[in-house]
């Protein structure tokens, strides 16, 4: 594996969302769906044309020689926030329709989820914390903060068990999930904040809760985008926000769904294992989401920058019959994932887990917690 700008220009596709935007900014009418329609359909078909990249770098390379890989998701957050707050300046001050401003809106807020959030993800993980500064203002202008406390502290310890708000359970519907996240993972972020400071004696007000920077970085999202468009461009930031946030649960129901970790009693489980993660190989689709879809690798080693995420074979991980993007088409059709995801959920457990042959108190995530989260 090369690490020249060359190699790792593909996964600067995202890019192409801009001048998608701008376009519909401009023209108006029907131009804004090129933009779902690059990230879910285009890239879709890319992968059935490109088929499967299971090549796995050398995972000593050092970030030095990572620049042109690490660049994109630097650079992604002035980009999105030129992208939200133009568009919203422009906006109320266009002969835009009000339909014409909201399939604007929703299209940017696929690309603010689609993109800024994968982004958003990986930055999250890494040391330096200036690069978690850019996740936290990645989070902030799509008004989800409290992502980085419940991925980091809650997500990555307790995934594909009950205590998981975003592990989605056998046979759950995506919207029930969603709505069940939305109302669940806040609570779960804040205790877990709560927890940590209690460790160290500390009062949940604390000024060292992130929840207080939370806060300040979201109110100044909202106060720039009233400044720049009034109440008007207040809404359109929380309806883009709210269409960024459903792309990202929708990713997390794909992620995990119907996998659990062995119970071995009193609330505890074991250990994360690469098969408690859907994979998929697909390579354009890995090529927008930064490798997301080598995700067994990523909760193995969550800090592994993105081009050195290894993939894994279906003896130790299972694997999709699509990527993320036509996955989570299936997935906001109940039925129709169901049909397909629930025998490929059965055949992991005789695979991974024939000795289990009750499924029940898996299936309604109601196994016991350790005494620590009740």
Known sequence: MTHSLRSALPFWMSLGLVPLAVLAAWQGGWW?????????????????????????????????ELFWYRAITVIWFPVQFCLIFGLIFYAVRSGLSGWEKLGLFFGLGVATGTVGLVYAHELLHQRPGWERWLGDLLLASVLYSHFRTEHLLVHHAWVATPRD??????NEGFHRFFWRVLRDAPRSA?????????????KATDRRNPFWR?????????????????????MLLIFQAFIAIWQLELTNY??????????????????????HSWNAAHTASNWLL?????????????????????????????Q??????GM????????????????????????????????SEYNRGTLPMPQKAL
């Open 328 to 359: 989570t088409f299936l997935a906001m059709i109940p039925p129709l994932w169901r049909r397909r995801m629930n025998p490929r959920v059965r055949a992991w457990r005789r695979q991974f887990y024939p000795d289990i042959e009750d499924w």
């Open 214 to 234: 939370y806060g300040a970085l979201q109110l100044a999202m909202l106060i720039l985008a009233f400044v720049l468009g009034g109440w008007q461009g207040v």
């Open 165 to 170: 708000a975003v592990s989605a359970r056998y």
């Open 190 to 202: 804040w205790r877990a904040e709560r927890s940590l400071l209690a460790r160290a004696g500390r």
């Open 254 to 275: 794909v992620e995990h769904y119907g996998l659990s970790r062995r119970h071995l009693g009193g609330g505890r489980y074991e250990h994360v294992l690469p098969r």
């Open 290 to 318: 930064i490798n997301l879809q080598r995700h067994s690798d990523h909760h193995y080693k969550p800090d592994r920058r993105f081009p050195l995420l290894q993939s894994y074979g279906e003896d130790e991980a299972p």
């Open 32 to 64: 804004w769906v090129l933009m779902p329609g690059y990230a879910w359909y285009l890239v879709s078909g890319l992968d059935a044309a490109l088929g499967l990249n299971r090549e796995n770098p050398d995972t000593s390379v050092p970030d030095s």
């Open 320 to 325: 999709l019959p699509v990527g993320y993007p």
